[in-house]
């Protein structure tokens, strides 16, 4: 009887401290699922040819960066073509992608979530994904520049759609390829690759085309599988030389002014990661890049631990190499996107 006097009378300002710090406690629990929360909307999404067994052709998927939670988002590839390349745009509301249900390759838009696609260049022109202004008016994108069949060849060019302007001009025009145009995290420069001096460089010019300069200017060695970081201060980029008898392809980092390069992998001089053309002539393809939002780390696709692309995550220094996917089958141009 003494025992339980004492306990209740343990007990009552126990209670009451417990009823005190209630809000404290809600708010605490609030906080970690919210942060929770947050990391689960950062997603990398890729392409791959997971679950085409008998006809390859890729498909939009997506991971959390641990490698976990893999999500399908297209389902309907035209067979040995792909639904490629995702770009969101920054308010969060749209997606632009690659596909072949329009006949040859043309961009798509849709809602954020996949759903309401449809074309979203116009003409039989094959264009390709580029990238969202930051204030998701304007879109920057590649053009087969002909003015007639077949229009898979001629001049690569980039484009600039404002959308809410519905214009659409051209703002490269030189004879060649220019390709891969990203806009800068303030909107006043273009990032893209070039053969403009013989072989692939990467270059930087104002958002209508001018002021345009090159940033690598390397005649023996190709920049191709680019990607600028989220605050616009870094670049990272893949290598192949071109005189070396046996090519491996490396991913590098630079700053935006294309001073202080670092290889983060070095393949050539450990032999991994072989340059296999496509076909016959063609030049290195599937190999993306992409920064996480707070530029410590880089997604990027590669061949250095099997016959396939598999996705992995580098730090930007050039440690912690982390392999996301683990299949037998390709999986390529990966992009980092933090859901709204």
Known sequence: MNFSKNALSIT???????????PLIIVLLFSFSSSGQHQERERIYFDSEIGNKNVASFEIFSVYPDGNG???????AVPRRANSSP???PDGKHVIFGTYKYGGYKIAIA??????????????HYTYVGSWSPDSKKVTYNKVD?????????????????????TDENISNTKGSDFGPQWSSDGKKIL???????????YIMDGDGKNIKNITNTPKIDEFGFSWSQKGDKIAFHVIHRDAKSKYIDLYTMNADGTQRKNLTNNQSAKRNPFVPYYDG????????SWSKDGKRIAFSSKRNSSNFQIFIIESNGERLEQLTHNTVNNVFPSWYTER
């Open 146 to 166: 002909t003015k007639r069949a077949p229009y898979f060849q001629g001049d690569f060019e980039i484009f600039v759609m404002d959308l809410e302007r519905s």
């Open 282 to 289: 063609a030049p290195p393809i599937f190999y993306g890049s």
């Open 12 to 22: 009552k300002p126990l209670y009451r401290d417990i009823i005190q710090l209630f």
């Open 192 to 202: 893209f690759g070039s053969d403009r001096s013989g072989n692939s460089d990467l």
């Open 70 to 76: 893999l999500k399908q988002h297209t389902f309907d």
């Open 87 to 89: 770009k969101f745009s």
């Open 111 to 124: 809602n954020s979530d996949f759903t309401q696609q449809r074309k979203f260049t116009i003409g039989p």
